[in-house]
């Protein structure tokens, strides 16, 4: 079974672009949760995608958008780039019933200049 | 809000002895905390998760204890390997009860030959 695949895996844009990343979930796993790594803050929750609709959303500003298709890929988006969006972005996806473990993907290592 | 503290600083030992980690956590009663490993650049892999009401599980060489009323998990490596050496984190679940996780920063494990 294939892992939960992120794409780009690295890039780099410069403040005021916007941006875009994808994820594949795990085949038949309809949950996906973004998060992002920083450092100094560590795993921080974005939102959650569960059937095209958003769940869950975690503390950050409106810049930080996503969505969720029907076959369950996802991507999340970033406009107007800050140097403190520098960050490992990280999609996990799980399974409805399970007790929440996640599966993550490799991550998007997006570096803002 | 839900707040977990791991050791920050970076545990050290020898090949063979048995690592051991904690996670704190405050504010909150969780069904179940999880822990993750996570190399670098790599997203986190899930260890090991463990119930409210489970005091101890293991896995293979991994031992996770969960003590609800100290508010405390510790994670175990018995006959710990160099290959052992990464970031450990704790994770626990979000309050909104999907499929999301508040997670530590992490202890970095570093065992030496």
């Known amino acids: 079974k294939a892992g939960v695949t992120q794409t780009p895996r690295y890039l780099i844009k410069t403040r005021g672009q916007q941006v875009t990343l994808s994820c594949s979930p795990i085949s038949g796993h309809r949950s996906v949760s973004w998060y992002q790594q920083t450092p100094g803050q560590g795993l921080q929750f974005l939102f959650e995608y569960f059937s095209e609709t958003q769940r869950n959303k975690g503390n950050f500003p409106g810049r930080f958008s996503g969505r969720q298709f029907s076959n369950s890929r996802s991507e999340m988006n970033v406009s107007t780039l800050e140097l403190g969006d520098s960050a490992l972005y990280l999609c996990a996806s799980s399974f409805e019933g399970s007790s929440g473990e996640l599966f993550f993907g490799e991550g998007s290592r997006l570096t803002v200049l | 809000s839900q707040k977990i503290e791991q050791n920050s600083e970076a545990l050290n030992i020898q090949e063979g002895k048995t690592a051991t980690l904690t996670c704190n956590y405050t504010n909150y009663s969780p069904a179940y905390l999880q822990w993750y490993r996570q190399d670098p650049g790599r997203g986190p892999v899930f260890l090991l998760l463990?119930?409210?009401?489970?005091k101890e599980k293991r896995k293979e060489r991994l031992k996770v204890t969960f003590d609800t009323t100290l508010k405390q998990s510790l994670f175990h490596i018995t006959a710990s390997q160099p290959a052992d050496s990464a970031t450990y984190l704790c994770?626990?679940?979000?309050?909104?009860?999907?499929?999301?996780?508040?997670f530590g920063k992490g202890t970095m494990l570093l065992v030496s030959p």
């Open positions: 463990i119930r409210e009401n489970e």
């Open positions: 994770a626990l679940d979000k309050d909104s009860g999907y499929s999301t996780l508040t």
